[in-house]
């Protein structure tokens, strides 16, 4: 508490050294006239300690410490300074802060460090060559914010636009309203961690993007103002990528990486983007370019105006463990490509319609959608492999199977890798598979089943004998073989069931059973029949045969009969009228 001084006097004392010794005691204001000191103990003066400490901080901003290789920017700095990137002297934007540190003459690593809030404008370096690595660096997604311009634009340009660069990290930052948020292209090693992406081709309206609209509308919206031919980020023509930890939502489309040499994809998350969430591209739009090597995993593709995974072109890509919520299109989608391994995948309410969130037609035909081999490379694998996968709420889409369809293959045909293994894989679609080109199945278990008993396999085994070379859900003679007695019965409940009679390197003859008829098959050449004696002939023409004499075969036996007498010239159509064969006028 405070001390009166008239009672000050009697509780000061004297040292022995003659320093005054206050009580304990609140002093609120005193003055040390000029020559004074104030010192703590035998220590220094204090005034005098004060002095050197402000001395040490002017020559700390004098000289600025500067660190060639970190970089810090800050926006909210406002006062006027000389900006060189140190601690003390940030750069206030983005963009000055590349374009001073990443010039073309410039080679050591440069690492920027974006402290929290928002930094408008775009940033386009294109190096002569490739000689110079950096990352940015934000103070988390939450906090700093790169952006194209303030608000949505089609005018806006790319966010971030890198060419010929080594490596390139970004990470923990939001990206907006821009054409594409990341582009870097013709660079080493590109890597995105812990980013967040909005806006990005789209200006995000809420019923373009939630699959409420028409297709006449989605179309209008993409002709409009409100997108820009861009997305999420596209990845060009770099060595390994790397992506783990990221989101976008509001896009026109998601993560694009074309032409790259490998990497991984992990636990990325996509909400209504207007076309696919994740697109491994090919340049050339065949199997002539594309993506290889790359591993996605842990992804969820949810609300998604397209695909949820689309690949062109490129070989050893493999989707392990991801996800795909009602997703417009086919929820995986592979186009002239080869070693495309699905495994472990799961999709929902997917091919729910035809058009996608432009405004054209989509892919949409089974869950998982695989056609051409434009360009493909013949690895000696497989075109696809899925395994394990579970398909609910199947929609139908554009399938031309007229019901909801698990695997749809098209126009695949005739190469020797034309081949796939589908297995283990659960689905409530109507229709198994789809694969009109009758390309080459290894193994195809859909859905699991219990498969035969012990007894019944054993028995099976028994009548194939020595005849049997392969037993994969089928029955395989090589050989010659005769059945001398019985009969072969092939028999399915409630589907249709095939008997399928192949010529190396030939189309396939096919009898089957189906629902009220039954059709013999060859290519696009069909001949139908119905219990009531109906029958019904498909092909290019009818070609009916041609001899110089009348069948032998009695009346009975003859009518209603066709051929073509070969004995006159020109030739002339006999019809027989259950008498005789007459001659068919043509005049």
Not at 5 to 26: S, V
Not at 121 to 127: A, N, P, R
Not at 181 to 197: A, T
Not at 426 to 455: C, F, K, M, R, W
Request: proline share 2%.
């Amino acid at each position: 508490m405070p001390v009166k001084l008239r009672r000050l006097r009697y509780l000061i004392d004297q040292g022995d050294d003659g320093r005054l010794i206050f009580p304990d005691a609140e002093i609120t204001q005193g003055v040390i006239t000029s020559g004074g000191s104030l010192r703590y103990g035998s220590g220094a003066d204090v005034q005098t300690q004060i002095d050197a400490v402000v001395a040490s901080v002017a020559a700390i901003d004098v000289h600025s410490h500067v660190q060639e290789s970190v970089c810090y920017v800050d926006s909210k700095r406002v006062d006027a300074y000389t900006e060189d990137g140190s601690e003390s002297l940030p750069y206030k934007t983005l963009s000055a802060a590349c374009t001073a540190k990443l010039a073309n003459d410039k080679t050591e690593f440069v690492s920027f460090r974006v402290a929290s809030g928002n930094y408008d404008g775009t940033v386009s370096l294109d190096k002569d060559t490739a000689n110079q690595s950096f990352e940015i660096i934000g103070a988390g997604r939450n906090s700093t914010f790169l952006r194209g311009a303030a608000s949505f634009s089609s005018a806006t340009g790319s966010v971030l636009y890198f060419r010929d660069f080594l490596d390139i990290t970004v990470k923990n930052v939001t990206i907006s309203n821009g054409l594409y948020g990341f582009y870097p292209r013709s660079c080493r090693n590109v890597k995105l961690f812990n980013c967040e992406f909005k806006n990005l081709g789209s200006d995000g309206e809420e019923k373009y993007h939630d699959q409420s609209e028409s297709q006449a509308n989605q179309a209008a919206f993409w002709a409009g103002s409100g997108t820009s031919d861009g997305g999420t980020c596209r990845i060009r023509s770099c060595t390994d990528v790397r992506i783990d930890n990221c989101r976008t939502s509001y896009c026109l489309r998601g993560f694009r990486i074309q032409d790259c040499g490998g990497g991984a994809l992990t636990n990325l998350r996509g909400y209504k983007t207007l076309e696919s969430f994740i697109y491994l591209a090919s340049g050339t739009y065949n199997g002539s370019g594309g993506c290889s090597n790359f591993y996605i995993s842990g992804c969820v593709a949810e609300s998604i105006f397209h695909a949820g995974y689309q690949v062109i072109g490129g070989k050893n890509n493999t989707i392990q463990g991801c996800t795909a919520i009602n997703c417009a299109s086919s929820p995986f989608i592979s186009w002239h490509s080869t070693d495309l391994r699905i495994i472990g995948c799961t999709a929902d309410k997917c091919c729910t319609k035809t058009w996608i969130g432009i405004g054209a037609l989509g892919d949409s035909y089974g869950q998982v959608f695989m056609s051409g081999i434009a360009s493909v490379e013949d690895t000696g694998g497989y075109l696809l492999t899925c395994l394990n996968n579970t398909f609910t709420q199947c929609g139908v889409g554009r399938a031309l199977s007229g019901n909801s369809t698990m695997f749809y293959f098209l126009l695949n045909a005739n190469a020797s890798n034309s081949r796939f293994i589908i297995d283990g894989n659960h689905t409530d679609a109507l229709v198994p598979l789809y694969n009109p080109d009758s390309i080459t199945e290894l193994l195809g278990q859909y859905p699991v089943s219990g498969g035969p008993s012990q007894s019944e396999f054993d028995a099976l085994e028994s009548d194939v004998g020595d005849n049997t070379t392969e037993l994969v859900n089928r029955l395989k003679l090589d050989t010659a073989q005769t059945l001398s007695s019985g009969w072969l019965t092939i028999a399915r409940t409630n589907d249709d069931a095939t008997l399928w009679i192949t010529r190396s390197g030939s189309s396939t003859l096919k009898l089957e059973a189906k629902n009220g008829y039954g059709r013999l098959r060859y290519s696009g050449a069909k001949f139908d029949l119905w219990s009531s004696g109906r029958y019904k002939m498909d092909g290019s023409h009818l070609q009916l045969p041609m001899n110089a004499s009348a069948p032998t075969d009695n009346a009975s036996n003859s009518k209603g009969g066709l051929w073509v007498d070969s004995s006159v010239s020109p030739h002339v159509l006999k019809f027989h009228d259950g008498v005789e064969w007459k001659t068919v006028s043509l005049s």
